[in-house]
């Protein structure tokens, strides 16, 4: 049983430009939630997607969006990159109330 | 975030020594959480805590969460090399939606 999936695994964008992040998850987890994780600090929550809508969302301003699949995949999306948006972004998934399995993250370089 | 603080942010100790990371939240928890990451990778679930005075293991690692359900600690038995990594505890203030503000973590060194 695969476990929550990213790709790309490490991306280098110049800034201004678009990035798009994707995230295949559990096998029967029907919840995507995103993160992004700076140096040194905790993850910071981006946003939620259960079918196929946005529920929650983070701190984050609107150059960061997102999509949710049918088959539960989701797809983070940043426009207008800045230096700041440098960091591990990671994908959870879940299924009701029961713990977030967490993908090994996609490290994003902004140059 | 400010709403959840850990300590001590980083920890060297010896290998079979004990030791005890903390987390103190600002406002009551629904639920909290504890993991374990290596640098640069994703989150391992250790454990998950939602009734006050609850306690749970697994292997040589026991968390609590205090009878207000506003501080929890993580204790490591006997330390071994393939504990060090950063611990992160994260808080869930709304209950059944999995969003989860986290601590800014613990970083820990076993010394073989």
Redesign the interface.
Known sequence: DAG?TQSPTHLIKTRGQQVTLRCSPKSGHD?V?W?QQAL??????IF?YYEEEE??R?NFPDRFSGHQFPNYSSELNVNALLLGDSA?Y?C?S?RG?T???????T?LTVV | SQELEQSPQSLIVQEGKNLTINCTSSKTLYGLYWYKQKYGEGLIFLMMLQKGGEEKSHEKITAKLDEKKQQSSLHITASQPSHAGIYLCGADYSGGYQKVTFGTGTKLQVIP
């Open positions: 929550v919840t939630s993160y040194g600090q905790g993850p910071q929550f939620q529920r929650q983070g591990l990671l959870a879940t109330y713990e977030a399995f967490f993908g090994q993250g490290r």
